[in-house]
Structure formats: structure tokens, C-alpha cells
């Protein structure tokens, strides 16, 4: 999915994306959000047409070795893809960060089109390169770092 809404809906559902409620709905909800992606090929989610570029992420669980697919918003660099996880919020944390640690292949599914990718954590330089864009993409990225105060970014480049 590419682009992205800036019209009424898109800045409701970045306003909404602020509250503490929404953002752990939001979790809860990723893997319904995550079929509806796919099934649709990535023109609706939960919320409707997309207000942000979103992919799938399939990863192999640390400890499981099961594949888990996760929606995530996303920045474009050339090829690379640059995803960033704060918990939403949470003190729980997210599994796909901590899976890509454990094992760094990984399949993104973008636009129908699923691509093996290689994950690495984003070198500080980078950080402070792709942090404005992700935060201009979705807002919250911001709110949900200071509530979780941890970040991981990571830089997705398509296997060879």
C-alpha cells in the first residue's frame, strides 16, 4: 500500500491514535487488522481505506519458530523499508522486534506482494535520519515513545 489520506478521516484516526484506549485496542486488534490487509491486498484495514503506508511482516517466533504476521506503518528509503515499534504505549513488549533480534529473515508482504527481506536494528544515524519521517507518517509514533520509552527501529532490505 502506498501513499496516504490526508483528508478528515486520516487526521481523526491520528488524533484517535493518541489515546492510551486506542493505542491498546490498536494492538489487540493487529491480527485482525492483519487479515483484512492481506485479503483486501492492502487497500482497506480495520479503520477502512488506509490513512498511512502499511505492510505485513511475517517473522519466525523467538521461541515458538511459528511465522507471526504483523501490520506495520512503514518509511520508504530507495528500497529499504524503515519500521519502528514503541509498544504502542505499552509495557508489554511487541514480539516482532525481539523475533527479528532472534532471526533477521523475514517476509514483507506490500501491495499484494510478498518479498523476503533481511532485518538490522537502524545504526543511531539513522535513528535521528528516519524518527522526523515515521512521526510524520503516524503522529503517535511520538506519544507512544513517551509513554513506553523504547524504541526499535529497523531497517528492512529485500533478501538477495
Not at 7 to 13: E, K, N
Not at 72 to 87: F, H, I, Q
Not at 141 to 152: F, K, N, P, Q
Request: aromatic letters at 10%; glycine letters at 8%.
Amino acid at each position: 500500500m502506498t501513499g496516504r489520506r490526508r483528508g478528515p478521516y486520516a487526521r481523526f484516526v491520528r488524533w484517535l491514535a493518541h489515546r492510551r484506549w486506542f493505542a491498546a485496542l490498536g494492538r489487540r486488534a493487529a491480527p485482525l487488522d492483519g487479515w483484512i490487509i492481506r485479503v483486501t491486498r492492502g487497500r482497506r484495514t480495520l479503520l477502512g481505506a488506509p490513512p498511512y503506508p502499511t505492510l505485513l511482516l511475517t517473522t519466525t517466533g523467538r521461541r515458538t519458530g511459528e511465522r507471526r504476521t504483523t501490520p506495520l506503518m512503514y518509511v520508504r528509503d530507495g528500497p529499504r523499508l524503515v519500521v519502528s515499534s514503541e509498544s504502542f504505549g505499552q509495557r508489554r513488549p511487541a514480539g516482532w522486534p525481539l523475533n527479528l533480534d532472534a532471526d533477521p529473515r523475514a517476509t514483507v508482504e506490500l501491495d499484494g506482494r510478498a518479498l523476503p527481506c533481511l532485518a538490522r536494528r537502524a545504526s543511531p544515524g539513522e535513528v535521528e535520519r528516519y524518527w522526523p519521517r515515521l512521526v510524520e507518517e503516524w503522529p503517535a509514533h511520538a506519544s507512544y515513545l513517551d509513554r513506553s520509552g523504547v524504541r526499535h527501529m529497523f531497517v528492512l532490505e529485500e533478501a538477495q
